[in-house]
């Protein structure tokens, strides 16, 4: 997580606010660090595009009773409810050089490789974003090589 934040950070223009709220242990997720890595750093992008080149984004990781829970929130310009799952469809985009696939490969990689869900919690217009991951816990019976902390 920290090593995205930092990417991101480095891209966004400094009129962009990017915070995190980690936990202090690690967390330990059955995942592919790179995949997970792009799909955040897309959530980002988003939240990038849907501010003016202001705002804040908020990263946030923590371990729940069923799951590890991820929420990317931005001050951005909203997503209509209507749109909360179409913005994950395919081709499904609002941007005049869009392409409107990244949420769908998103989802793709939360679900298909890593067994967890990924969705629009909350989204009003004009105040911001959250998208959130849930990914299973982790029970250690496996041990693929990718395996990675946090
Ligand atoms: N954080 C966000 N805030 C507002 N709208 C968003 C956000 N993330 C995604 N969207 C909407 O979902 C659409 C699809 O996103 P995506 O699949 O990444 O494709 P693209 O970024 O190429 O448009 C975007 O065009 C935008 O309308
Ligand atoms: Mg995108």
Known sequence: MGRVTTYIGRRASNRVKITTT??????????SASLFEWVIENLCKNAIDAM???????????????CIALE???TGKGIPSKHFSTV???????KQRGWGLGL???????????????????????????????????????????????
Do not use: C, W
């Open 104 to 150: 769908s490969l998103a989802r793709r990689i939360v679900e298909e490789y890593h067994h967890g869900r990924i969705f629009v919690k909350q989204s009003e217009l004009g105040k911001g974003t959250t998208f959130r991951i849930e990914l299973p816990l982790y029970d250690g019976e496996n041990t693929p090589s990718d395996e990675q902390n946090g």
């Open 88 to 94: 994950f469809t395919p081709g499904f985009t609002t």
């Open 22 to 31: 980690l936990p202090d242990e690690p967390l330990r997720a059955l995942l």
């Open 52 to 66: 003016d080149g202001e705002g804040h984004i908020h990263i946030m990781a923590r371990s729940e009773a069923y």
């Open 72 to 74: 990317v929130s931005d």
